[in-house]
């Protein structure tokens, strides 16, 4: 069975840096697919960035690109997202996701 355990969040000023972690467990992190995604109230989930090809490739959503980097330590099987300049729009919840299943996710707050 696969379980996703996301840890990291957190509040911060504008301009803050935090860094997510997903432990991954019955699921191998350097597989095909795994990636980060976001859920602000009120508004539609939002892929943010996503690793493929065994960690060779990575894909950002336009608006956190140059800001956050996603990537994965094989020893420890768990993905991270470091997220740096950080803004009041980031803020939201955070799940890591294999694609068929998520973690319970970590909230971000950003403050202005």
């Known amino acids: 069975q696969v379980q996703l355990v996301e840890s990291g969040g957190g509040s911060v000023q504008e301009g803050g840096s935090l860094r997510l972690s997903c432990a991954a467990s019955?699921?191998?992190?350097?597989?095909?697919?795994m990636a980060w995604f976001r859920q602000a109230p009120g508004k539609e989930r939002e892929g943010v960035a996503a690793i493929v090809a065994r960690g060779r490739v990575t894909y950002y959503t336009d608006s956190v690109k140059g800001r956050f980097t996603i990537s994965q330590d094989d020893a420890k099987n768990t993905l991270y997202l470091q997220l740096n300049s950080l803004k009041t729009e980031d803020t939201a919840m955070y799940y890591c996701?294999?694609?068929?299943?998520r973690g319970q996710g970590t909230q971000v707050t950003v403050s202005s």
């Open positions: 019955g699921y191998t992190a350097r597989r095909n697919y």
């Open positions: 996701t294999t694609g068929a299943d």
